[in-house]
């Protein structure tokens, strides 16, 4: 999937909202139905699929139909979620160049509105080479028995940011410039 950033100046309203649909959906199902999305979503009948397909086009979501028909989010798709939240709070107004990738995570340039440059870190778990951070991560609970890579990589963030933060008031890190 090629991370082109463009392409959030011309999704639609409605589209967003589908796309948030399918991400709560995705909190109780690994696949979303169809019929979960219109109601989570609350576009009129046929408003959604509308949505859909454009979603579908630049891959933020995948569909599937083999138990039942649904969709479930793809880590770009996720990805702008994040930037959107990002860009409606005031953080951000733009997304530079990749300027790191691990095992972990995948680190951009971002530019506030004073046009200062920061990094965005966008957490990237479950890549073939860090498959076992089921087995290796104390935020994964023992009882769970199917998890959501996309859910675990934002509680790695959560938990990173955590940890940023509380070594930032020490002073020893500076770590002012905090979202999640």
């Known amino acids: 999937m090629k991370f ?30 169809v019929e979960l999305v219109n109601a989570i979503s609350g576009l009129k009948h046929g408003g959604a699929h ?11 979501v995948h569909h599937e139909n083999q138990k039942y028909d649904g969709y479930r989010l793809t880590p770009l798709g996720y990805d702008f979620l994040a930037i959107k939240a990002f860009v409606n709070r005031g953080a951000i107004v733009g997304v530079g160049r990749r300027i790191g990738v691990g ?38 609970k023992a009882t769970t ?17 955590a940890f940023m933060k509380a070594r930032s008031i020490s002073h020893w890190f500076p770590y002012d410039r905090v979202g999640v």
């Open 4 to 33: 082109d950033v463009n392409i959030l100046r011309y999704i639609e309203k409605d589209a967003w909202r589908v796309l948030v649909s399918v991400e709560m959906g995705m909190k109780n199902h690994e696949l979303v139905p």
């Open 50 to 60: 509308k949505c859909v397909r454009e979603l579908l086009k630049h891959k933020l």
């Open 103 to 140: 095992k972990e995570s995948d680190v951009f340039e971002v530019i506030t509105e004073d046009g200062e440059t920061l990094a965005m870190k966008l957490h990237r778990l479950g890549r073939t080479s860090f498959r076992a951070v089921k087995q290796k991560r104390d935020y994964v």
């Open 145 to 161: 028995t199917h998890m959501n890579w996309l859910y675990l990589s934002r509680l790695a963030a959560l938990k990173e940011h």
